[in-house]
């Protein structure tokens, strides 16, 4: 599976990265900017990058305009952790939660946030992963994370007959492979990643996607199977 790589825009504040013409008259700027600018910071060196003056320069602004908006820099990383909370945990548990008629729709849900950087931002994940070989306490939200993750996703499999230690082999399967492909920043091109999705499901889940069923997940991320010069995955 792809990880897509999120826009140059800060998707989670929904805002542009670049400054407005009202910060750029503000001496302060805005909570927005430091925080836009805090993320991406993090996203592209990992957390040593996000210091207080490194972060000024970026959005040209003094050192002292920071603390307009935060106490410290823990309370801006603080802010980082709990997005990447809500919308990496938060949105996975979401979509697996979903309505769906059968475990495949089911799974094709889960496969949205794999290429729908507005649900799961793998930038995101990576520069935490990466924090939490700093950070005791970085790896121990990893860690329960990963658990509350798996158990819902282990709920997903037993709602449609798995018997428990099935459910909990083929969550953690279809888990730890995608965080395998963050870990590696694997890149797939969409024709190839779409190719592959029927295959996936079927490892996963024991059953193969109807055509149907894979032209209404096409479709929800605006690919037409034509692009492969086939119409079977």
Not at 51 to 57: C, D, E, K, L, T
Not at 93 to 120: G, H, K, P, Q, T
Not at 126 to 142: H, V
Request: hydrophobic fraction near 45%; glycine fraction near 4%.
């Amino acid at each position: 599976m792809y990880i897509l790589v999120a826009p140059a825009t800060c998707l989670w504040l929904n805002i542009d990265m670049t400054r407005s013409e009202t910060d750029k008259t503000d001496s302060k700027g805005s909570r927005e900017l430091w925080l836009s600018a805090a993320f991406d910071a993090f996203v592209e060196s990992g957390v040593d990058s996000v210091s207080i003056v490194h972060i000024g320069r970026r959005v040209g602004l003094s050192r002292t305009s920071f603390y307009w908006f935060f106490q410290d820099r823990e309370a801006l990383l603080a802010e980082l952790v709990e997005l990447w909370r809500t919308k990496n945990t938060g949105n996975l548990i979401s979509r697996v939660e979903a309505y769906s008629e059968s475990i495949v729709e089911a799974m094709l849900n889960l496969f949205d946030c794999w290429l729908d950087a507005r649900l799961f931002d793998s930038r995101l994940e990576f520069a935490m992963r990466s924090w939490a070989l700093q950070s005791t306490d970085i790896a121990a939200k990893i860690a329960s994370a990963d658990q509350a993750r798996i158990e819902a996703m282990t709920k997903m499999f037993l709602r449609y007959g798995c018997g428990s230690v099935e459910a909990d082999v083929r969550a953690r399967s279809s888990y730890l492979v995608q965080i395998g492909y963050i870990s590696m920043k694997i890149d797939e091109a969409l024709p190839v990643r779409m190719a592959r999705i029927a295959h996936y499901v079927e490892i996963f889940t024991g059953r193969v996607p109807s055509q149907h069923e894979l032209n209404r997940f096409f479709s929800r991320h605006n690919y037409t199977p034509a692009e492969l010069g086939q119409t079977d995955a």
